[in-house]
C-alpha cells in the first residue's frame, strides 16, 4: 500500500513538473510571436508630403492661393490613393498629408472650383533618400495650362 501510495506521488508530481515546464515553453513562444507581430506592424515608415506647385516657367511656388480641388497621392504598386481634400475651392500652398508609406506614386492636383487652372502630374518615390532638410519629402505638381 505505501509502495501504491509513493509511486502514485510520483507520478503526480512528474507529471506537474512537465506539464509546468511546457506551457512556460508554450507562453514563451506565444509571447515571442506576438511581439515579432507587433514589431512588424509597427515599423512600417511613413513620410510627412509637403505639396508645392510648379509654374510654367518652373519657378517653385510653397506660398498663395490657388484654384486647388485636391492634392492626390496614388501608390503606384498598389492603387491605393492618398488626398489632403480640403475644399473644391481655392487652396493656399503648400498643404500637408501626413502618413505617407514608402512607394512610388503619381502625384497629382484636382482642378479647383473656378476651373482657371489646370494640372499635370509627376512620379516620385517616396522613401528616407526623399526627405529633404526640413523632414518632408517637398513635391511640386507642375501649372500645365491656367487663365
Known sequence: MKKSIFTVSAFIGLLTITT???????????????????????????????????????TKILSGSYDVGSFIAENMATGDMYDTYYSGGLQTV??????????????YAMQGQGGWVGYGSVVATVSDASVDADGYVTIYIPIIWEE
Not at 506551457?23 to 510627412?48: G, P
Open 20 to 58: 509546468s515546464f511546457s506551457s512556460q515553453d508554450a507562453v514563451k513562444t506565444l509571447s515571442k510571436e506576438r511581439s515579432e507581430v507587433s514589431d512588424k506592424e509597427t515599423k512600417e515608415q511613413t513620410y510627412k508630403i509637403r505639396y508645392g506647385l510648379l509654374a510654367k516657367d518652373g
Open 94 to 107: 503648400p498643404q500637408y498629408y501626413d502618413g505617407l508609406p514608402e512607394g512610388t506614386y503619381t502625384f
